[in-house]
């Protein structure tokens, strides 16, 4: 799936599994799903596509809490190269976060 992005990690996280590559974090599998980070400036790219938002449930007496990470476009699942730009797009949210 993230061939075109290059060699990819995978570690424990959130009770799911991240997604790292150059050791920064840029994806996370949870309940099964692939999620794919995103900022201010791929958001947009992202709700164009109909990728949706990762809100999880809150615990403890919280409610839920937007997450940064959005589903894989539909039209990117089945193709390597849009999926390789989706991977970039990602990485490069990750990077501009500025978090390992």
Do not use: C
């Amino acid at each position: 799936m993230f061939a075109g992005l290059g060699p990819v990690t995978i570690r424990p996280m959130f009770g799911g599994k991240g997604i790292y590559h150059q050791g920064i974090v840029f994806a996370l599998q949870v309940n099964g799903e692939i999620l794919l980070k995103a900022d201010a400036q791929t958001v947009p790219m992202f709700l164009t596509s109909g990728s949706r938002q990762w809100i999880p449930v809150g615990g403890r007496g919280r409610g839920p809490v937007a997450m940064p990470y959005w589903s894989i476009p539909e039209s990117a699942i089945d193709d390597p190269d849009e999926m390789t730009l989706w991977a970039h797009r990602a990485f490069e949210a990750s990077v501009r976060s500025g978090k390992k």
